[in-house]
C-alpha cells in the first residue's frame, strides 16, 4: 500500500465558515464513497483550515483546482461525476480537466 506522500492529496476545507455548512457531514460522505469505490490506496483526504474562498461554500482542492459550493446534498453527484474523474487524469492539467458538469451549483475557480 503507498503511502500519504504518493497518493493524490484531496484538500477539504475546515475552515468557520464551512463548518457552519455543513463540512463534518461533507466529511463523512467523502470517507464512505472514498471506501466505496476503493480509492484509499490513491487519495488521501486532508483537511485544510482554509481555502480562502469562504463566499464560495465548502470547497474540496485538488492540484491547482477548486471544487466550489459543496454541500452533504450534492457531494456524491460532485465527488463522482467530478472529482473523481480529475483525480483519475493523473497527468492533467488543471486546464486540462473535464468541465464542471453543474456551473450553477459548482464552480471551478483557481487561487
Same mark, same amino acid.
Given at each position: 500500500?503507498? *503511502?500519504?506522500?504518493?497518493?493524490? /492529496?484531496? %484538500?477539504?476545507?475546515? &475552515? /468557520?465558515?464551512?463548518? @457552519?455548512? &455543513?463540512? %463534518? $457531514? +461533507?466529511l463523512e460522505k467523502l470517507q464512505a464513497l472514498m471506501a466505496a469505490m476503493n480509492l484509499e490506496d490513491r487519495v488521501v483526504l486532508k483537511g485544510h483550515f482554509c481555502l480562502d474562498n469562504c463566499s464560495e461554500g465548502v470547497i474540496i482542492k485538488v492540484r491547482d483546482r477548486h471544487f466550489l459550493n459543496i454541500r452533504p /446534498? *450534492?457531494? $456524491?453527484?460532485?465527488? @463522482?461525476?467530478? +472529482?473523481?474523474?480529475?483525480?483519475?487524469?493523473s497527468d492533467a492539467s488543471p486546464e486540462d480537466a473535464p468541465p464542471c458538469a453543474c456551473a450553477t451549483e459548482a464552480t471551478e475557480a483557481t487561487p
Open positions: 500500500m503507498p *503511502n500519504d506522500e504518493e497518493k493524490e /492529496s484531496l %484538500y477539504l476545507c475546515m &475552515g /468557520s465558515a464551512c463548518h @457552519r455548512l &455543513g463540512v %463534518y $457531514e +461533507i /446534498s *450534492n457531494v $456524491e453527484a460532485m465527488f @463522482r461525476e467530478e +472529482i473523481v474523474p480529475f483525480l483519475l487524469h
